[in-house]
């Protein structure tokens, strides 16, 4: 009788075990060319295998700066995202060390990157962003930076862009930010390169660095919404 009634226990836990994994949600990656890189790859590996149902979408060139030639609130708007989108994770800002374009319109004027409205223009453009997806009930909005470069002078543009995306997620009620700091100026560990020739993209290596460095606060932000639905 005993034995019956611990496999009862033992099957009733499994169930409830099994039933949180599939009830964790879909999870949304979408960003830059690094999403379909190695480094998309990674995250998306790890999500699925957590028990997200994912899906990824990563666009050469992305970014916010320039919606005339990708509009990436357009393609969100396309996405079947409501409240069972535990969380969608926008891997943007490293496309965006440019001159912004003011709208997706064929109507629209530059604002250059020397411009003193360059800063907020940016950093409104990326809280509407994040914001349409908090109103569609999307349960965290996690906006990983862009990671470290090997350029110079585009590594220190990112230190515009970084605080800009930071701002504009602790604006808005469902948006969090990530930084993947933490590689610049050693690009090599034990002789292997954590960047690709272009000195931007991550080798598979420079993936699972900064993946490694980031993961756990990424984590951190999804577990209220496992509580949730489970």
């Known amino acids: 009788m005993c034995c019956a009634v611990a496999v009862l226990a033992a099957a009733s836990w499994l169930a409830r075990d099994v039933r949180a994994v599939s009830n964790r949600g879909a999870f949304v990656v979408l960003g830059s060319s690094s999403v379909n890189g190695s480094f998309g790859r990674l995250i998306v590996s790890d999500f699925k295998r957590l028990g997200y149902r994912v899906?990824?979408?990563?666009f050469p060139s992305a970014g916010l700066s320039r919606p005339d030639f990708l509009d990436l609130r357009q393609v969100l708007d396309r996405l079947p995202l409501d409240g069972g989108?535990?969380?969608?994770l926008l891997y943007v800002g490293g496309n965006d060390a440019q001159s912004l374009w003011s709208d997706a319109s064929g109507r629209g004027t530059w604002i250059r990157w020397q411009d003193a409205r360059w800063s907020s223009t940016y950093?409104?453009?990326?809280?509407?962003?994040?914001?349409s997806l908090c109103e569609r009930h999307v349960q965290h909005v996690i906006v990983l930076a862009p990671a470290d470069v090997v350029r110079a002078r585009l590594q220190a543009r990112l230190d515009r862009i970084r605080p800009a995306l930071r701002r504009a997620a602790h604006a808005t009620s469902c948006g969090h930010f990530v930084s993947t700091a933490g590689d610049a100026g050693r690009f090599e560990v034990g002789g292997v390169?954590?960047?690709?020739?272009?000195?931007i993209h991550m080798t598979p290596a420079g993936a699972k660095r900064v993946w490694k460095r980031v993961r756990e606060r990424v984590l951190g932000y999804m577990t209220d919404s496992v509580a949730q639905l489970n």
């Open 55 to 58: 899906s990824r979408h990563g």
């Open 85 to 88: 989108t535990a969380g969608v």
């Open 123 to 131: 950093e409104a453009r990326a809280s509407d962003l994040i914001r």
């Open 193 to 199: 390169s954590l960047r690709t020739g272009d000195g």
